[in-house]
């Protein structure tokens, strides 16, 4: 008979999810603490599950017996250190998980945006009863830079209100709800084209700053932009500078460089721009879907099978 797994979970787990994994895994010994008071498990750990932002370099030295690394989180940008890099240890992701509360986020900000209501919420808390332009949603173009799993999600729901939907990606394949595709090469005249640019991005090397000046003047003045990836894929003081200059028309922001945004930021002040505390892809189903997921990898773990979302730790993603 195998030993028990030891498994430590860097989040509060609810009796359901504990039953989850133990229907896969009835001898398992399950711990959950924080960052802080994990050192005190994880010498005897053989499954760390946390989140991809969670700092956990030096926790992983102390961590012998670690086979395998599950982040809760779609991105992984803290757990592809060098050391972890060159192990072996498993390193998987909750990617597929986020497509309908995000996408639900996207869609709310560009309806807000057609609507006027950035423009609304302000003249209702002075108290002023003035109509402001407003636009449909029906027929804009939307381009999303990132076609995973999320990229995809966005695309159907926002091909299901009728608009025109079009990305980058870098192979040519058949995406039932995307009507064009651009290689990368390509990604400016791609951006003159759309009237929303969704960043859908994971944060590599390569994807770092990866939203430039450069990219704002391709677009038209009338766009928005709407970040919901990693706030260190757009070179934010280059949106600062397109949102001042009306290079583009607004934008809707979830994610930051640095969170919680600075208070001095201009940002908060400017009426064309939406800010939303990194909340995006939050839902009440969200640990439910996540502990499914890693439920499910668990059994192929324990069977030596494929698993599932296993990350390239050298591409990051």
């Given amino acids: 008979m195998a030993p028990a797994l030891n498994i430590l979970v860097l989040n509060p787990l609810a009796d359901r999810h ?21 050192r005190q498990y994880i010498g005897n750990a053989d499954i760390l599950i946390t989140w991809g932002w969670m700092d956990i370099r030096s926790l992983y030295q102390a961590a ?18 060098p050391e972890m890099q060159a192990s072996d240890t498993i390193v998987t992701n909750s990617k597929g998980i986020h497509g309908i509360p995000v996408a639900e986020h996207v869609l709310s900000l560009m309806l807000a945006f057609t609507r006027g209501l950035n423009l609304l919420i302000r003249q209702q808390q002075q108290k002023v009863w003035k109509r402001v332009p407003t636009e449909e949603i029906q027929d804009k173009t939307i381009a999303i830079v990132g076609l995973g799993s999320i990229g995809r999600t966005i695309a159907k729901k926002a091909k299901g209100l009728g608009m025109n939907v079009i990305a980058v990606k870098r192979e040519m394949t058949t995406e039932i709800f995307v009507d064009e595709l651009y290689t990368p090469d ?3 005249e791609m951006l003159g084209e759309a009237d929303f640019v969704v960043a859908a991005l994971p944060l590599t090397e390569e994807t770092n700053n990866f939203f430039r000046l450069e ?25 600062i500078q397109a949102l001042e200059q009306e290079l583009i028309q607004g934008a809707g922001l979830d994610v930051f460089d640095h969170e919680p945004l600075s208070k001095d930021s201009p940002l908060w002040a400017m009426p064309n721009v939406i800010l939303t505390p990194h909340l995006a892809a939050l839902s009440p189903a969200y640990l439910d879907r996540a502990m499914k997921l890693f439920a499910d990898n668990l059994g192929r773990f324990i069977q030596n ?10 591409k990051g993603y």
């Fill in 18 to 38: 504990i039953e989850k994994i133990n229907n896969v895994a009835p001898d398992t010994i399950i711990h959950t603490t924080n960052l802080e008071d994990a």
């Fill in 64 to 81: 012998p017996k670690l086979k395998w690394v599950h982040a809760l989180s779609a991105g992984v940008e803290k757990l592809t250190f």
């Fill in 186 to 188: 390509r990604i400016h």
């Fill in 215 to 239: 990219h704002f003047q391709s677009m038209k003045r009338s766009a928005y932009f709407i970040n919901i990836a990693r706030g260190a894929v757009v070179k934010e003081t280059d949106l």
């Fill in 305 to 314: 099978s494929e698993m599932e979302n296993v990350v390239d730790k050298l």
